[in-house]
């Protein structure tokens, strides 16, 4: 009975290797997969019995080729109301606007992370409109590498900046902490560029991206015969960045086997790699990055003390959006003149009243939220200025602000019966309650959740699980 109420996923896509990959992550998400090696059986697939009962599709593009949009644009007129994520080893801007354009709710880029990956199979769950301009987006357009492309006048924002050019001159450890989508992979990377070791080796590990019992071995390295499987001897990633640079995303999601013996080496300067009998001398700049505060994992035991000395050597902490909200009209303007100078893509500006609207918002993917919903727009928008009428969830959310300066009234409320004298169920009138609260609250969810008496990660979820929202 429960196989029975599990999402079923049908992926077209004829590499096994990479089915058997996504079909285990997609089952971490309670999901079952159905894979289909060519697009016409795909089609074919649509009508079945087992085809009705699909949630969503994952599209690998090498299996259609050049017909991926095609084939997109049949599926979806077949099944309008069916997400579909396209996976592509393409960085390509304009093959991500004409999948867009031909209905792919998302877009992954090989190889994709896992939590790229669930996170996109989330937010297919939460029956959000079709243009769901909340769909994060994060891999449509090329990275700048210096400080000046970082947009924001904050004052938290500018320190953060001024000290992480201050550190980046220097060869000491840094740690950038701040929540997901605030820049902590942009800054690094504008760190790297002003560094005095940018010509040295360097090498960026996602430590969540990697698998535990794989994370060892690529951090320092093995020789051959040191355990089942190794068959060569292979140089880990602190040895090959002697003289240089390593980058730890998600260092906070190191194992404390791991955290132990990466503060070991910072101590002595050296590197044993599994199964050699002596170590070697290195010099390794560590850049990590952390979403959560690390002090605060040290004082709960989550995290080793020994090893938050030696990373944080100069510790960045960039401010999350909501919290600089003045700057979202000068990072507004700046994306879209980015965006425009994309393939399939063209400048356009932006009306007082969409400002006010992306203002409003509390962004909790932050500034790559944010990057994501005017991609989105822009692909869709026929006008020469994006309006508040290009961001239909947003107004769902929080109203349109043309009318911000009348508050809300009190007579606002909930039905709480259906026309037939019944009560509705608490499932719809909560999900009523939360859209009035957004909309009172203009879209302030720290507000929100704490006049709803939740806290904002039990918001969040409620969004998700009620269908109102997906960015969390």
Same mark, same amino acid.
């Given at each position: 009975?429960?196989?029975?109420?599990?999402?079923?996923?049908?992926?077209?896509?004829?590499?096994?290797?990479?089915?058997?990959?996504?079909?285990?992550?997609?089952?971490?998400?309670?999901?079952?997969?159905?894979?289909?090696?060519?697009?016409?059986?795909?089609?074919?697939?649509?009508?079945?019995?087992?085809?009705?009962?699909?949630?969503?599709?994952?599209?690998?593009?090498?299996?259609?080729?050049?017909?991926?949009?095609?084939?997109?644009?049949?599926?979806?007129?077949?099944?309008?109301?069916?997400?579909?994520?396209?996976?592509?080893?393409?960085?390509?801007?304009?093959?991500?606007?004409?999948?867009?354009?031909?209905?792919?709710?998302?877009?992954?880029?090989?190889?994709?992370?896992?939590?790229?990956?669930?996170?996109?199979?989330?937010?297919?769950?939460?029956?959000?409109?079709?243009?769901?301009?909340?769909?994060?987006?994060? *891999? #449509?357009?090329?990275?700048?590498?210096? @400080? &000046?492309?970082? !947009? /924001?006048?904050?004052? +938290?924002?500018?320190?953060?900046?001024?000290?992480?050019?201050?550190?980046?001159?220097?060869?000491?450890?840094?740690?950038?902490?701040?929540?997901?989508?605030?820049?902590?992979?942009?800054?690094?990377?504008?760190?790297?560029?002003?560094?005095?070791?940018?010509?040295?080796?360097?090498?960026?590990?996602?430590?969540?991206?990697?698998?535990?019992?794989?994370?060892?071995?690529?951090?320092?390295?093995? *020789? #051959?015969?040191?355990?089942?499987?190794? @068959? &060569?001897?292979? !140089? /880990?990633?602190?040895? +090959?960045?002697?003289?240089?640079?390593?980058?730890?995303?998600?260092?906070?999601?190191?194992?404390?086997?791991?955290?132990?013996?990466?503060?070991?080496?910072?101590?002595?300067?050296?590197?044993?790699?599994?199964?050699?009998?002596?170590?070697?001398?290195?010099?390794?700049?560590?850049?990590?990055?952390?979403?959560?505060?690390?002090?605060?994992?040290?004082?709960?035991?989550?995290?080793?003390?020994?090893?938050?000395?030696?990373?944080?050597?100069?510790?960045?902490?960039?401010?999350?959006?909501?919290?600089?909200?003045?700057?979202?009209?000068?990072?507004?303007?700046?994306?879209?003149?980015?965006?425009?100078?994309?393939?399939?893509?063209?400048?356009?500006?932006?009306?007082?009243?969409?400002?006010?609207?992306?203002?409003?918002?509390?962004?909790?993917?932050?500034?790559?939220?944010?990057?994501?919903?005017?991609?989105?727009?822009?692909?869709?928008?026929?006008?020469?200025?994006?309006?508040?009428?290009?961001?239909?969830?947003?107004?769902?959310?929080?109203?349109?602000?043309?009318?911000?300066?009348?508050?809300?009234?009190?007579?606002?409320?909930?039905?709480?019966?259906?026309?037939?004298?019944?009560?509705?169920?608490?499932?719809?009138?909560?999900?009523?309650?939360?859209?009035?609260?957004?909309?009172?609250?203009?879209?302030?969810?720290?507000?929100?959740?704490?006049?709803?008496?939740?806290?904002?990660?039990?918001?969040?979820?409620?969004?998700?699980?009620?269908?109102?929202?997906?960015?969390?």
């Amino acid at each position: 009975m429960a196989e029975v109420e599990q999402r079923l996923l049908m992926l077209i896509d004829d590499e096994p290797a990479q089915s058997r990959l996504i079909t285990a992550l997609a089952a971490r998400e309670g999901w079952r997969v159905l894979v289909v090696d060519e697009a016409e059986k795909a089609i074919a697939t649509l009508g079945t019995r087992q085809g009705m009962q699909l949630s969503a599709i994952i599209l690998d593009q090498w299996v259609p080729g050049d017909q991926a949009c095609e084939l997109i644009a049949e599926l979806k007129e077949r099944r309008p109301a069916l997400p579909i994520l396209m996976l592509t080893a393409s960085t390509s801007p304009l093959l991500a606007v004409e999948a867009m354009r031909a209905g792919a709710t998302d877009y992954l880029v090989k190889p994709v992370a896992p939590e790229r990956l669930m996170q996109a199979l989330r937010n297919t769950t939460n029956h959000l409109a079709p243009r769901d301009e909340l769909t994060p987006l994060t *891999e #449509k357009m090329p990275a700048l590498l210096d @400080f &000046d492309a970082m !947009v /924001g006048t904050a004052p +938290s924002f500018r320190d953060a900046l001024a000290k992480a050019a201050k550190a980046a001159r220097g060869h000491g450890n840094v740690l950038i902490e701040g929540e997901t989508g605030t820049g902590k992979e942009m800054l690094v990377r504008a760190m790297h560029a002003a560094s005095p070791r940018v010509r040295a080796p360097y090498r960026a590990i996602n430590v969540g991206g990697v698998p535990a019992s794989s994370l060892e071995s690529v951090l320092f390295g093995h *020789e #051959k015969g040191s355990f089942p499987g190794a @068959f &060569d001897r292979q !140089v /880990g990633a602190l040895q +090959s960045c002697d003289g240089g640079t390593l980058v730890l995303d998600e260092v906070d999601r190191l194992a404390p086997d791991l955290q132990d013996r990466l503060a070991e080496s910072l101590t002595n300067g050296t590197v044993r790699p599994i199964g050699a009998r002596h170590s070697f001398k290195v010099d390794v700049r560590i850049i990590s990055a952390s979403n959560l505060p690390l002090a605060d994992l040290v004082a709960t035991g989550h995290f080793r003390a020994e090893l938050l000395e030696h990373l944080s050597r100069t510790v960045v902490t960039l401010p999350p959006l909501r919290e600089r909200s003045g700057d979202i009209a000068g990072l507004t303007r700046h994306f879209l003149a980015r965006i425009g100078d994309q393939p399939g893509l063209r400048q356009m500006g932006i009306t007082e009243g969409a400002l006010k609207l992306l203002a409003a918002f509390d962004w909790p993917g932050n500034v790559r939220q944010l990057q994501a919903v005017l991609f989105r727009a822009a692909v869709f928008c026929d006008g020469d200025a994006l309006t508040a009428a290009d961001f239909p969830q947003l107004n769902q959310l929080i109203g349109e602000l043309a009318e911000a300066s009348q508050p809300v009234l009190e007579s606002t409320g909930v039905q709480v019966y259906t026309v037939d004298g019944n009560l509705r169920p608490l499932e719809e009138i909560e999900a009523d309650v939360i859209r009035l609260a957004i909309g009172h609250y203009r879209g302030r969810m720290t507000e929100v959740a704490r006049r709803l008496g939740i806290g904002r990660s039990t918001l969040y979820r409620k969004l998700g699980d009620l269908g109102i929202e997906s960015a969390a």
